[in-house]
């Protein structure tokens, strides 16, 4: 059973928007905390964004903060990470994770790649001079 599948991810010019979605697995998509995170070019995974259960509140990377915005649907199922003034920098591989359960106090916990308990494969983006 697949939980959580990535998908809009592309080839783009700097300076270009693009959305990635998240499609979350019906069995948690209600009580989950979901994320974003990315692994560049020869980097380790860092943390981009994640948003509450509720949808509510979100927390953003100082690196995206301002360009990135997550968001998702009533029913929890569809986790967006929209992405606009993109650069280079920004190039890698965006993967979306889940917190079945959600069970941690605040966001900033789930700036850790710890926190979460379901990953998805992965959307390369790749941007362009």
């Known amino acids: 059973q697949v939980e959580l599948v990535e998908s809009g991810g592309g080839l783009v010019k700097t300076g270009d928007s693009l959305t990635l979605s998240c499609v979350v697995s019906e069995d948690f998509a209600k009580t989950s905390v979901v994320g974003w995170f990315r692994r560049g070019p020869g980097k380790s995974r860092e943390f981009v964004a994640v948003?509450?259960?509720?949808?509510?509140?979100?927390l953003l990377a100082d690196s995206v903060q301002g360009r990135f915005t997550i968001s998702k649907n009533i029913a929890g199922d569809l986790v967006n990470l929209q992405m606009s003034a993109l650069t280079p920098e920004d190039t890698a591989v965006y993967y979306c994770a889940a917190d079945r359960h959600g069970s941690l106090r605040t966001l900033y916990q789930y700036r850790t790649e710890s926190s979460y308990d379901r990953w998805g494969q992965g959307t390369q983006v790749t941007v362009s001079e």
């Open positions: 948003i509450s259960r509720n949808g509510v509140v979100t």
